[in-house]
C-alpha cells in the first residue's frame, strides 16, 4: 500500500512539471485529490497511512512548481505555498516549529512589513434587557501584504482584560526583557510567512461591563461582529447573513486566555459550534463536563470540531486541571483527535503574556483552516 502511495504521488509529479504546472495531476481513485506541491509528498507517504495522505493533499491548495522562495512564494509562478503538515513536515519542506519555550523578544520588535488595526464601536442591542443597548467596541488587525483578492481565515479572541480589547495587538504587555505589543509578533510570524496568514478580530468583553455573558457575546458575534468582518474584508463568508456565517464555519476559529478562555468555553463551544469549527484554550476551562457533552451532541448533529489547540504555563497552578480537561475532551468527542487535529502543548512559564503569544504561534502552525 505505502509503495503505491508513492508511486502514485511521484507520478502526478512528473505530469505535473511535464505540464509546466498547467495541466491538472491525475491520482487513481485510492487518492482521488485535487493538484498539490507534491515534491516531499513521495517520502511523507512512504511513512503513512493513506487517511492521512488523502486528508492532507485534499486540503493543501498551492502550485506544483518546485522552487519556492524562503516566504513560500513560487519563483515560476508567483503562488504561495499554504502550508500542510504531514507529521510535522510541509510539502514546501518547512518542519513545526512548535515552541516548549517562549518565542525570542526581538519578534516583537516594530517590522518592516506591518499589518493593520481598525477599532470600531458599535451599540448592541442587550439580550438580557429588550430595548436596551450597550456601547462596545473590537479591533480588526490584517496582516502584511493583505489582499483583498484573496480570502483570509478569521481568529476571533475574546478579550477585555482590565477593561479594554487591545491585549493581543495594540496595548502595551509585559513579557521576560520589557513591554512589548502582540501585534509585532503577528506581523512579524505572517509577515515571514511562519504561519498561514489570517484575519485577527478582538473583541470588548470586560466581566464588569453590564451585558457581559456568553449569550450577549454569541449574540453580538452573529449580529455585529461577523457582519462586520464579512462586509468590509476578504473572508470565506459570502456575507454577514448566518447562512454564510455557518457555511463557512470551518473558516472561523475563537480563542481565549485566562477568564477570558473561560468564556471561550461558555460562549465559543457551548453557543457557536453552528458557526464555528476551531477553538484554542489558553490558561482556562470552565464548566467542562456540560461543555464536552454538548459538543459530543453537536458533532452528532454534523457540527463536530475540526480543530481544538489548548495551552497552559508549565508551572501554572491550573496546569493538571486543564491538562485533564483537554483528555476529557478528547475522550468523549470523536470529532477531536489527539496528536492530530487536539493539540496539547503547554509553554514554560507562569500564567503570563509570553506564555500566551508563544501558544498563539504554536496553534497558527498547527490549525488546519
Same mark, same amino acid.
Given at each position: 500500500?505505502?509503495?503505491?502511495?508513492?508511486?502514485?504521488?511521484?507520478?502526478?509529479?512528473?505530469?505535473?512539471?511535464? #505540464?509546466?504546472? /498547467?495541466?491538472?495531476?491525475?491520482?487513481?481513485?485510492?487518492?482521488?485529490?485535487?493538484?498539490?506541491?507534491?515534491?516531499?509528498?513521495?517520502?511523507? #507517504?512512504?511513512?503513512?497511512?493513506?487517511?492521512?495522505?488523502?486528508?492532507?493533499?485534499?486540503?493543501?491548495?498551492?502550485?506544483?512548481?518546485?522552487?519556492?522562495?524562503?516566504?513560500?512564494?513560487?519563483? !515560476?509562478?508567483?503562488?504561495?505555498?499554504?502550508?500542510?503538515?504531514?507529521?510535522?513536515?510541509?510539502?514546501?519542506?518547512?518542519?513545526?516549529?512548535?515552541?516548549?519555550?517562549?518565542?525570542?523578544?526581538?519578534?516583537? !520588535?516594530?517590522?518592516?512589513?506591518?499589518?493593520?488595526?481598525?477599532?470600531?464601536?458599535?451599540?448592541?442591542?442587550?439580550? #438580557?434587557?429588550?430595548?436596551?443597548?450597550?456601547?462596545?467596541?473590537?479591533?480588526?488587525?490584517?496582516?502584511?501584504?493583505?489582499?483583498?483578492?484573496?480570502?483570509?481565515?478569521?481568529?476571533?479572541?475574546?478579550?477585555?482584560?482590565?477593561?479594554?480589547?487591545?491585549?493581543?495587538? +495594540?496595548?502595551?504587555?509585559?513579557?521576560?526583557?520589557?513591554?512589548?505589543?502582540?501585534?509585532?509578533?503577528?506581523?512579524?510570524?505572517?509577515?515571514?510567512?511562519?504561519?498561514?496568514?489570517?484575519?485577527? *478580530?478582538?473583541?470588548?468583553?470586560?466581566?464588569?461591563?453590564?451585558?457581559? /455573558?456568553?449569550?450577549?457575546?454569541?449574540?453580538?458575534?452573529?449580529?455585529?461582529?461577523?457582519?462586520?468582518? #464579512?462586509?468590509?474584508?476578504?473572508?470565506?463568508?459570502?456575507?454577514?447573513?448566518?447562512?454564510?456565517?455557518?457555511?463557512?464555519?470551518?473558516?472561523?476559529?475563537?480563542?481565549?486566555?485566562? !477568564?477570558?478562555?473561560?468564556?471561550?468555553?461558555? /460562549?465559543?463551544?457551548?453557543?457557536?459550534?453552528?458557526?464555528?469549527?476551531?477553538?484554542? @484554550?489558553?490558561?482556562?476551562?470552565? !464548566?467542562?463536563?456540560? +461543555?464536552?457533552?454538548?459538543?459530543?451532541?453537536?458533532?452528532?448533529?454534523?457540527?463536530?470540531?475540526?480543530?481544538?489547540?489548548?495551552? *497552559?504555563?508549565?508551572?501554572?497552578?491550573?496546569? @493538571?486541571?486543564?491538562?485533564?480537561?483537554?483528555?476529557?475532551?478528547?475522550?468523549?468527542?470523536?470529532?477531536?483527535?489527539?496528536?492530530?487535529?487536539?493539540?496539547?502543548?503547554?509553554?514554560?512559564?507562569?500564567?503570563?503574556?509570553?506564555?500566551?503569544? /508563544?501558544?498563539?504561534?504554536?496553534?497558527?502552525?498547527?490549525?488546519?483552516?
Amino acid at each position: 500500500m505505502r509503495k503505491n502511495i508513492t508511486l502514485i504521488l511521484a507520478l502526478s509529479l512528473m505530469l505535473a512539471l511535464s #505540464a509546466c504546472g /498547467t495541466a491538472s495531476a491525475e491520482f487513481s481513485e485510492e487518492i482521488d485529490t485535487a493538484p498539490v506541491f507534491a515534491a516531499n509528498y513521495e517520502a511523507i #507517504a512512504a511513512d503513512h497511512d493513506v487517511e492521512v495522505v488523502r486528508a492532507r493533499a485534499n486540503d493543501v491548495r498551492v502550485c506544483l512548481h518546485e522552487s519556492h522562495d524562503e516566504l513560500g512564494n513560487c519563483v !515560476n509562478c508567483g503562488m504561495q505555498v499554504k502550508h500542510d503538515y504531514v507529521a510535522g513536515v510541509c510539502a514546501c519542506g518547512r518542519k513545526l516549529d512548535i515552541r516548549e519555550d517562549p518565542i525570542p523578544h526581538d519578534w516583537f !520588535n516594530e517590522q518592516e512589513q506591518q499589518g493593520h488595526v481598525e477599532s470600531i464601536c458599535y451599540a448592541a442591542d442587550l439580550v #438580557a434587557s429588550p430595548g436596551k443597548t450597550r456601547n462596545t467596541y473590537m479591533s480588526v488587525y490584517t496582516p502584511p501584504q493583505y489582499d483583498s483578492s484573496k480570502k483570509y481565515n478569521v481568529l476571533l479572541f475574546i478579550d477585555g482584560d482590565y477593561s479594554r480589547d487591545a491585549g493581543w495587538l +495594540t496595548a502595551k504587555e509585559w513579557v521576560p526583557g520589557g513591554y512589548v505589543r502582540g501585534k509585532n509578533m503577528f506581523d512579524h510570524i505572517m509577515g515571514q510567512n511562519l504561519v498561514d496568514p489570517c484575519i485577527i *478580530v478582538t473583541t470588548f468583553q470586560a466581566h464588569e461591563i453590564v451585558g457581559s /455573558t456568553p449569550e450577549q457575546l454569541s449574540f453580538e458575534i452573529r449580529n455585529y461582529v461577523l457582519p462586520y468582518v #464579512a462586509e468590509n474584508y476578504s473572508t470565506y463568508m459570502a456575507d454577514g447573513s448566518y447562512e454564510a456565517q455557518c457555511a463557512a464555519r470551518e473558516h472561523l476559529c475563537i480563542g481565549g486566555l485566562s !477568564n477570558y478562555s473561560m468564556y471561550m468555553w461558555r /460562549t465559543g463551544m457551548m453557543l457557536c459550534t453552528d458557526i464555528c469549527a476551531n477553538f484554542i @484554550s489558553l490558561s482556562g476551562t470552565s !464548566n467542562v463536563i456540560n +461543555t464536552v457533552d454538548h459538543l459530543h451532541e453537536e458533532e452528532l448533529a454534523g457540527n463536530g470540531i475540526r480543530f481544538f489547540f489548548m495551552s *497552559v504555563g508549565t508551572y501554572e497552578s491550573r496546569y @493538571s486541571s486543564d491538562a485533564n480537561s483537554f483528555h476529557k475532551l478528547v475522550e468523549v468527542c470523536d470529532s477531536a483527535v489527539d496528536g492530530e487535529n487536539a493539540h496539547f502543548c503547554p509553554v514554560n512559564g507562569q500564567h503570563e503574556w509570553i506564555v500566551w503569544f /508563544t501558544s498563539a504561534y504554536n496553534a497558527l502552525q498547527l490549525i488546519q483552516w
